[in-house]
């Protein structure tokens, strides 16, 4: 089970991540499930610059010659719950960046409480993420179900119009996690297609409010086909949903024009009679990646600043319409921190 010990005061109130302001860590450690485990950031940061922390101490470690790893162990952080909640300044927060909220060792009371902290922060807005949405979709409803009572609907429910739900996808076999999704009451329902490591024909994009694709970056870092993001883009654009695209990753393509030139996103162009010396095929190492001599696109290592997020000409940086839930009079009225504390008193 997921140990719960004394927290760091770590500061979070602000993030790189493209698609949000500040990140809320109140679980840290994780397990790997799928293929977008394999080069974990969170694990590679708590293998190596947090090592040392304390709260992430013994929670993933690094084999020589093979990525980071989590350990498989999560503790739990109650020391963290009330971080948001001193947070002067409205703002998106990602929950738990460093771990994942729905691992089955992160007890449903804890989940609970977390739940609690977001409906009394209602000024927030928190995006949370999971790979393991079934179990995501059924806490979710068992919550409501317990924060609701006959006479009066379920203000509580219907006032978090400021909790974001999604799940990970990074490659087809995996898309039945937008299904869990789709069953799950949020105000946006959302999907985060990184590290994306293949095609997606298989996603349905109904009852989706928002889509980030992005690739992988850091060392082991697997490059991303561009046909595969057009893909997502424009089926996002025809059914009306948000699209955000995060980042190239490690590697960024020079796609063929006219041939024998090839030309990256930012127009930089090379003649395939004179690749680089360094150019390997096969498995994608070192600086430049030819797949084979029938693809279309040529791959250089360039790290993830450099790569950029540049699509066709231009950013994605579209974000989703909060969707509004019908309410009830008094949840109207009583708002979500205000319903919370009306409902426990009644409990």
Known sequence: MGRVGRGLAVVGDRSAIEWTEATWNPVVGCASVSPGCDNCYAARDTAGRLKRVPVYSGLAEKPEGEPARFTGEVRCLPDRLDQPLRWQRPRHIFVNSMSDLFHPDVPEEYIGR?????????KHTFQILTKRPQRMSEQVERFYDAWCWPESGCPVADALGNVWLGASIERDPYCFRADHVRRTQAAVRFLSLEPLLGPLPSLDLTDIDWVIVG????????????????????RCVEAGVAFFFKQWGQWVPYETESPPFHRSQHGNLIDEHHLPADLVENEPTGRWWWPDLDSDAIYRNVGKKAAGRLLDGRTWSEMPRSLASTHDKEAEDLGGAAALRVHRRAR
């Open 114 to 122: 977390v739940f609690e902290v977001m409906a009394l922060a209602d």
């Open 215 to 234: 690739g992988e970056s850091g060392p082991g870092a697997r490059p991303m086909d561009p046909e595969w993001i057009r893909d997502i883009r424009d």
